[in-house]
């Protein structure tokens, strides 16, 4: 089993999330007692949300590199970003180490082509849904991206910064998801990415006939691919 090295705190909501659905995957694989080996590294989420919006990007490579590096030395294989926004830099992250790190839009494209989907809608923050370092990271694999119109984004980013990253979990704000949902859905989406690792604690599959694709748990579920080698019992 080879040790997953997880960046987190962006938020720790989610982050918990990712300990949680890696744990479970790697105990049905390997059964009994087992559970996964991980490092994690969790990060002030206030310092690195006061860069972003502040458009300090570099500042937040840094942190988010000696994070990386904290884990390389602490004996991970490959690193997960617990965070879509995030990878906005995960270039300068790549470049502090020598372990492989183990892209959210390359394992939700990978679950998208498999599923036939090559029109999606993105949630997300206003950088992840406006900025390209995301939607080209999908598009170059095939798949157009839909976004919402410009009111739509701004409930959608609001909701993530003062509620869901603070574990507040309203029926409004849920409603107003699923209304963007359904939006996407009348333009074309064949489904739509929940792209901020939050959103999957508000709404789920269950919510809508529109197909959900939570990058959280698709991340955790490729991190557990990429530890265990196919068809491994040994821990």
Same mark, same amino acid.
């Given at each position: 089993?080879?040790?997953?090295? =997880? #960046?987190?705190?962006?938020?720790? !909501? $989610? ?12 105990? !049905? *694989? ?9 490092? =994690? ?6 310092? +690195?949300?006061?860069?972003?919006? *502040? ?8 942190? &988010? ?27 300068? +992250?790549?470049?502090?180490?020598? +372990?492989? &790190? ?7 494209? $990978?679950?998208? =082509? ?21 939607? !080209?990271?999908?598009?170059? *694999?095939? #798949? !157009? ?14 909701? +993530? ?32 990415? &929940? ?16 197909? =959900? ?18 068809? $491994?019992?040994?821990?």
């Amino acid at each position: 089993m080879q040790t997953i090295g =997880l #960046i987190g705190g962006m938020s720790w !909501e $989610s982050t918990q999330t990712y300990y949680r659905l890696i744990n479970q995957q790697v105990r !049905e *694989r390997l059964g009994g007692l087992h559970s996964a080996r991980l490092v =994690l590294y969790s990060v002030d989420f206030a310092e +690195i949300e006061a860069l972003q919006h *502040r458009g300090d990007w570099d500042a937040t490579a840094e942190i &988010l590199g000696s994070a990386a590096q904290a884990l390389e030395a602490a004996g991970a294989d490959f690193l997960v970003l617990c965070t879509n926004t995030m990878h906005k830099v995960a270039p300068q +992250i790549e470049s502090t180490v020598a +372990i492989p &790190l183990l892209h959210i839009a390359d394992a939700t494209a $990978s679950l998208l =082509l498999d599923d036939d989907v090559t029109r999606v809608g993105l949630l997300g923050t206003r950088f992840t849904m406006e900025q390209a370092f995301y939607r !080209e990271r999908l598009e170059a *694999r095939g #798949i !157009e991206v839909l976004v919402p119109g410009d009111a739509q984004r701004e409930v959608i980013h609001d909701v +993530i910064y003062r509620e869901l990253c603070q574990g507040v979990i309203t029926p409004e704000s849920k409603a107003a998801y699923l209304g963007v949902v359904d939006t996407l859905a009348q333009r074309g989406a064949q489904g739509v990415i &929940l792209g901020c690792t939050e959103i999957g604690l508000l709404i789920q599959a269950g919510d809508t006939d529109v197909s =959900l694709y939570d990058t959280s748990a698709i991340h955790a579920e490729q991190a557990v691919h990429r530890a265990l080698p196919a068809g $491994s019992l040994d821990p």
